[in-house]
């Protein structure tokens, strides 16, 4: 049994098609599959998005589940995922590596949705 290849069968059978873009390095996007589920506050209590600087940043937080590679830590600033053919446009907040037996199995991040203004943002 390996626990890699068995997690990556099913996140590339039941996931969804996700792109990994570099909007300063466009040879470096890629496209494959990931879980996108929003988190869930504990009470339900929902906060309504902020309008600041970079353009409207809604305070909808999502769980995402991928494979190992590519890995989302240490991503450069302007880094985001996207879905749905690109109209759903995510920041990573916090991501890590899931290991099993030394080897990295899956990743998993939280991320926050982003809504670009007129300017250009910077994180």
């Given at each position: 049994m390996n626990i890699k290849k068995d997690i990556g069968r099913m996140i590339n059978r039941y996931g969804r098609q996700v792109t990994l873009y570099f909007p300063n390095q466009p040879a470096k996007n890629k496209t494959y599959k990931a879980f996108l589920q929003p988190l869930r506050y504990k009470n339900k209590i929902y906060l309504e998005g902020i309008l600041s600087e970079i353009g409207f940043v809604d305070e909808g937080?999502?769980?995402?589940?991928?494979?190992?590679?590519?890995?989302l830590t240490n991503l450069p600033g302007k880094t985001e995922i996207r879905a749905g053919n690109g109209s759903e446009r995510y920041f990573v907040k916090r991501a890590e590596q899931v290991y099993s037996g030394g080897q990295a199995v899956y990743s998993w991040a939280v991320l926050q949705t982003l809504y670009e203004g007129e300017q250009l943002w910077e994180l």
């Open positions: 937080h999502y769980l995402y589940l991928g494979p190992a590679e590519p890995s």
